[in-house]
């Protein structure tokens, strides 16, 4: 049901909010009261009214970015909510679409926080140690060909091994940027996966396991990467560090889309996991 | 060559999760595994655990037992988890988990006894693999 409103949000960024827009939005919404919901009058009403809505979307998405999460994810769910707004907005109720759909659109957002049940807030303390981390294990890994140890970056980075231990594990508690943002956060509107096209995953080997019936529905819940990441990591074998150079982000990161894939897969596929 | 065992016992519930999987990070890093293999064997004590909650009593106690080898210089570390469960029944080895289990450690065993449940997660530190000069940092 988001699919129309998805590809359009690059375009629909740059739509100036006129007068003209204005009685626009007014036909439309009568042509929508007027119409059969199954006509292709009413879909293009719909998907265009939607599509002038969604620089409001992104305007409310905005006042969530520093939390943790691409912005484009939260245009992504907040469009949901204007997409239900839209389908339940009551045109004889004298109230401007926009008034009525912002508190839909914020809760869409909120509840996408929520579900991702990770805190919203990391401690500034674990967000730095994180990046120390991440830039240390770099720089090691460079002079030693290998990933270092625990013990290496705490006497590299002159902190305690707890410390160090402490960081690692909210980088993989806490942190939902997932590998889209990454990528410059674009890789939705339409472009294969280039590392899809380089693996061919579809061609794994997936000998014990009912593929199609058990792991595709649960595969289904990932982003492309991550579960491209998945495949590699439980199905090819490679390792964290390998997956990580392949792709081209860090370990860390790779380590943390990990953990993050299989609680929500598990969460998707309850007893069947 | 002389081991020491610790042990931790917790309310089975997903809650808890942490506390076994933080006892098992320190362990790893006593023994100095490097931090990928550090982050897989996370994964797979969550894994292991997730995989018993799935069928544990409400009320019951999950037990964590690590024994590691001490003075060996590979990281050999013995893991086991074990719960009393409904079905006290192996866990299915044709199941997702069981396959992440297995690329995440050396080697992984399932046992039920009178309704208690134990994974055991037998695993050591892999040889470094050797990689290119293109490590990334995080943005």
Not at chain 1, 129 to 155: D, F, K, N, W, Y
Not at chain 1, 189 to 209: H, K, M, N
Request: proline share 3%; net charge negative; hydrophobic share 35%.
């Amino acid at each position: 049901m988001t699919e129309p409103a998805k590809v359009t949000i690059a375009k629909a960024r740059s739509t100036r909010w006129t007068d003209e827009n204005r009685l626009r939005e007014r036909d439309l919404l009568h042509q929508m009261s007027d119409l059969r919901e199954d006509s292709p009058q009413y879909q293009r009403a719909r998907d265009e009214l939607v599509e002038m809505h969604v620089p409001l979307v992104a305007h409310l998405a905005r006042r969530f970015r520093d939390r943790g999460e691409p912005e484009d994810d939260l245009i992504q769910v907040g469009t949901i909510g204007l997409i239900k707004s839209v389908d339940r907005y009551d045109i004889d109720r004298g109230v401007e679409l926009s008034t009525y759909a912002t508190p839909t659109i914020v809760g869409e957002i909120k509840r996408h926080f929520r579900d991702r049940g990770w805190s919203i807030r990391v401690p500034r303390r674990l967000q730095e140690m994180r990046q120390q981390i991440s830039i240390a294990s770099a720089e090691l890994g460079q002079r030693t060909g290998r990933t270092p140890t625990v013990r290496e970056l705490a006497a590299f980075m002159e902190v305690s091994e707890d410390e160090v231990l402490e960081g690692l594990e909210s980088a993989q508690a806490y942190s939902t940027i997932s590998l889209d943002a990454q990528a410059g956060g674009d890789s939705d509107e339409g472009e294969p996966s280039a590392l899809r096209d380089t693996l061919g995953v579809d061609d794994y080997d997936l000998v014990g396991i009912e593929y199609r019936e058990t792991l595709r529905p649960m595969l289904d819940v990932l982003p492309q990467r991550e579960r491209d990441i998945i495949l590699m990591r439980f199905f090819r074998n490679m390792t964290q560090a390998q997956i990580a150079e392949e792709i081209g982000i860090s370990q860390m990161q790779v380590s943390r889309l990990l953990a993050r894939s299989l609680t929500q897969m598990r969460a998707g596929a309850g007893d069947e996991f | 060559m002389d081991s020491s065992t610790v042990r931790l016992e917790f309310p089975a519930s997903g809650e808890h999760l942490i506390l076994a999987r933080t006892m098992v990070a320190a362990t790893g890093a006593r023994l100095d595994y490097p931090i990928d293999q550090l982050g897989d064997l996370k994964l797979a004590v969550d894994e292991a655990c997730a995989l018993l909650l799935t069928d544990s009593d409400s009320d019951a106690t999950m037990s964590i037992e690590v024994s590691t080898a001490e003075g060996s210089r590979s990281g050999e570390m013995e893991i086991r988890v074990s719960v009393r469960t409904r079905r006290g029944r192996c866990p299915r080895r044709d199941s997702f988990s069981w396959t992440v289990l297995s690329a995440l450690v050396d080697s992984v065993e399932s046992a039920a006894e009178d309704g208690l449940v134990s994974i055991t997660l037998n695993n050591s530190i892999a040889t470094p693999t050797s990689l290119g000069s293109n490590h990334r940092v995080d943005a």
